[in-house]
């Protein structure tokens, strides 16, 4: 009996299903493959508890939406290698000198490390590229401070559909933004990269997602959003150069809020 209850619990164990906690977190979060600097950000981006956040676990299909230079795709890669799928949903080829010049210098991240071989990479620029993957396929998307920028390219509504159609029912788009102050106009949000919550949920609202949750955990106090330069100001850009440098950097970080979106079941 003691023999079988031994091969019984064995068996459970190698059946059981991966969580959150599984994960390999050190090598992802400081491995060697990190940009240099990159991982010095993680404590003001908080990856593994926004990840948690949002709902990551072993065998998803992840999508990262705009991942610009892959500072979040350096993180995911080796979270979903062999564990799922994550597609990397970057601009199109097709889509100009500066969407060439972004998606080359991410396509060459790529290849220069095994790491990252598992990932997949859609294209989603719109309007001419907007299935970065099969529509209802999608467990998780992720979008990491992309809406201003979608905004500014007069985009925005047409980015929130593409990924609403990406997802299963019932899965999450979770965003972390720039968070500008209530009643800050459109074109100082375009400006700033300060987006209000009341746009970025009406946006989502508008593709059709429900708000499910909210976080602090990306929240900056210091941040008084009144900086000429907007957010770039900080770090890590820090666009004044040396001017006030110290201050910038005590400030730190944007502060920036963490939404979470569900697509309605059907």
Not at 122 to 131: H, R, V
Not at 135 to 150: E, I, K, T
Not at 187 to 198: I, L, S
Not at 253 to 258: G, H, I, L, V
Request: overall charge negative; aromatic content about 10%; charged content about 25%.
């Amino acid at each position: 009996m003691n023999l079988l209850r031994t091969v019984a619990v064995t068996l459970s164990i190698l059946v059981s299903p991966m969580t959150f906690a599984d994960f390999n977190w050190d090598n992802a979060l400081t491995g060697d493959h990190r940009g240099e600097g990159n991982a010095d950000r993680n404590e003001a981006r908080h990856p593994r508890e926004t990840l948690e956040f949002f709902g990551i676990e072993p065998g998803m299909t992840v999508m990262e939406v705009s991942p610009g230079g892959g500072w979040y795709t350096e993180v995911l890669a080796p979270l979903m290698k062999d564990n799922g799928t994550l597609i990397a949903a970057h601009y199109s080829p097709n889509g100009g000198g500066y969407s060439r010049r972004s998606l080359g210098g991410f396509l060459t991240k790529l290849g220069e490390n095994d790491i990252y071989n598992q990932v997949v990479v859609g294209y989603l620029q719109p309007p001419m590229a907007m299935a970065p993957a099969e529509p209802n396929s999608v467990d998780l998307a992720l979008a990491f401070r992309n809406v201003h920028s979608w905004m500014r390219m007069n985009q925005v509504e047409m980015f929130f559909a593409a990924v609403y159609d990406s997802l299963k029912p019932g899965g999450v788009f979770g965003i972390v933004q720039h968070r500008g102050a209530p009643g800050t106009d459109v074109e100082t949000m375009k400006k700033t990269a300060y987006v209000t919550e009341e746009q970025v949920i009406e946006f989502a609202e508008l593709a059709g997602f429900e708000l499910d949750a909210r976080s602090e955990i990306n929240a900056n106090a210091r941040d008084t959003k009144d900086y000429p330069g907007g957010v770039w100001t900080l770090p890590p850009v820090l666009r004044e150069g040396e001017k006030d440098r110290a201050k910038y950097v005590a400030i730190g970080e944007s502060d920036r809020m963490t939404l979470r979106f569900r697509k309605a079941t059907e």
